[in-house]
C-alpha cells in the first residue's frame, strides 16, 4: 500500500471518530432526561454531570477530526 493511501485511509478512519462524537452526545442528553422524567426532583442536581458528559463526548470528536485533518495535510 502507499504511503499517501495509508494515510487517507488513516485520516477516514479518525472521521469516524467525529461522527460517532454525536451518538456520544445523544446518549448522554437522552440518559439525562429518562433520568429527569424518573425522578424531576434530582435533574437539578444531575444537570453539572450532563455538561460534563457533553463536553468529553464533544472532545473526544473534536480530537477525531483534528486527528483526520493532521493526517490529509501533513
Do not use: H, W
Not at 502507499?2 to 454525536?22: F, R, V
Not at 456520544?24 to 424531576?40: C, M, S, T
Amino acid at each position: 500500500m502507499e504511503p499517501e493511501a495509508a494515510k487517507l485511509l488513516g485520516a477516514g478512519l479518525a472521521a469516524i471518530g467525529a461522527g460517532l462524537a454525536s451518538l456520544g452526545v445523544g446518549n448522554v442528553f437522552a440518559k439525562y432526561l429518562e433520568g429527569a422524567l424518573r425522578n424531576p426532583g434530582a435533574a437539578d442536581s444531575q444537570q453539572g454531570r450532563l455538561f460534563i458528559g457533553f463536553a468529553a463526548a464533544e472532545l473526544l470528536g473534536l480530537l477525531a477530526f483534528v486527528i483526520a485533518v493532521l493526517l490529509i495535510f501533513t
